[in-house]
C-alpha cells in the first residue's frame, strides 16, 4: 500500500478551517454593539450622527455631493386609501410589500421625489427606499 503525503496542502486546509471557526465565533459574540441610531423605533437626532464629510474625511476622488448629507427628509407618516379610491391611474409603477396579511402600496412617481418612507405594516416596522 502506498501512502499519500498531502505535504503542506492538509496543514493549509487545517488553518483555513481554524480561522472560519475562530471568525464565525467572533461573528457572533454576544457584545452591545448597538447605539442609539440603530435601535429599533427610534429616531437618531441627525446631529448625533457622524458625518465623516462634516469631520474633515477627504471624498472619494471623482465624487460629487450634489445634496448635503440627510439632504432628501424621509416621510415618516404615511397615509393611505383604499386602492379603489386612490388617484393613481391603472399601471402606476409601485412598489408593494405585503406582511402578515395587510399590503400597501407605495408609488414610485412620488418615491422620485423623497426616496425613503419610515412605516409600519403588518406589526412591523419598515422602510421603503428607492
Given amino acids: 500500500m502506498t501512502k499519500v ?7 493549509l486546509l487545517a488553518a483555513l478551517f481554524g480561522a472560519l471557526v ?16 440603530s435601535s429599533p423605533g427610534v429616531r437618531a437626532d441627525p446631529n448625533e450622527v457622524y ?3 462634516a469631520a ?11 445634496l448635503p448629507r440627510d439632504g432628501i427628509a ?8 383604499p386602492a379603489n379610491q386612490s388617484p393613481w391611474v391603472a399601471g402606476t409603477e409601485v412598489i408593494g410589500v405585503t406582511i402578515n396579511g395587510e399590503s ?3 408609488p414610485v412617481s412620488f418615491l422620485n421625489g423623497r426616496e425613503l418612507v419610515v412605516d409600519e405594516l403588518g406589526g412591523e416596522p419598515i422602510l421603503v427606499s428607492w
Wanted: hydrophobic share 35%; glycine share 8%.
Fill in 5 to 11: 503525503d498531502d505535504g503542506p496542502s492538509s496543514y
Fill in 22 to 37: 475562530l471568525l464565525t465565533a467572533w461573528a457572533f459574540t454576544t457584545g452591545d454593539f448597538t447605539d442609539r441610531a
Fill in 51 to 53: 458625518d465623516p464629510v
Fill in 56 to 66: 474633515g474625511e477627504a471624498l472619494p476622488e471623482g465624487f460629487r455631493q450634489l
Fill in 74 to 81: 424621509p416621510v415618516y407618516d404615511p397615509t393611505f386609501v
Fill in 104 to 106: 400597501k402600496a407605495y
